[in-house]
């Protein structure tokens, strides 16, 4: 089992239990972890779409799918069916063992790195988090060239902002402090 799965089961089901005075079954957990690359501009590019590919496959440990667009938008000169992005969904060992590393390794490492956001919460407990180079992740930091962007979403069970937060704190997530000047 991973560090960050055990320490969850072990600690912090019951200490939210205690101070939210909540049965296990209602204690927030993280249902999944999503992550998305758009490749829109680059797309005509297929080494460079292959290159992305690989990388999000070293980063999540699963090939990514890809996205198609749903209708034409001639704007952005996309056609209905033209791939526009990739996406790996994680759940189980490996959302945890990715969570880890994320919180643990990848956020350090950013450049200019103050904390998370709290204002990236949905209403209903999703947390999203844009990373501007994927050479933050340790596995890739080798590729320099073509750096891109990612997504990555946390899907929770809790039901407020603030419940997903402290359930993220608890994880290991550092949020910023809010500003009282």
Avoid: C
């Amino acid at each position: 089992m991973s560090r960050l799965k055990d320490m969850y089961l072990e600690k912090i089901v019951p200490q939210l239990q205690k101070e939210d005075k909540l049965n296990k079954m209602a204690v927030p957990k993280v249902e999944k972890v999503v992550i998305n690359v758009g490749i829109g501009k680059i797309r005509a590019n297929e080494g460079l779409v292959n290159q992305i590919k690989k990388n999000i496959e070293a980063i999540a440990g699963q090939k990514p799918a890809v996205r198609k667009a749903k209708k034409a938008i001639s704007g952005f000169k996309v056609r209905e069916g033209d791939e526009v992005g990739l996406t790996v969904t994680l759940r189980g060992e490996r959302m945890y063992d990715f969570m880890d590393k994320l919180a643990n390794v990848t956020l350090p490492r950013v450049r200019d790195f103050r904390g998370l956001n709290p204002k990236s919460f949905d209403k209903k407990g999703g947390f999203t988090l844009g990373i501007r180079e994927h050479i933050y992740f340790p596995e890739v930091a080798h590729s320099t060239e073509n750096i891109h962007g990612l997504e990555v979403t946390i899907v929770t069970t809790a039901k407020t902002p603030v419940e997903a937060q402290k359930l993220l704190k608890l994880l290991g997530f550092p949020f910023k402090e809010k500003d009282n000047g």
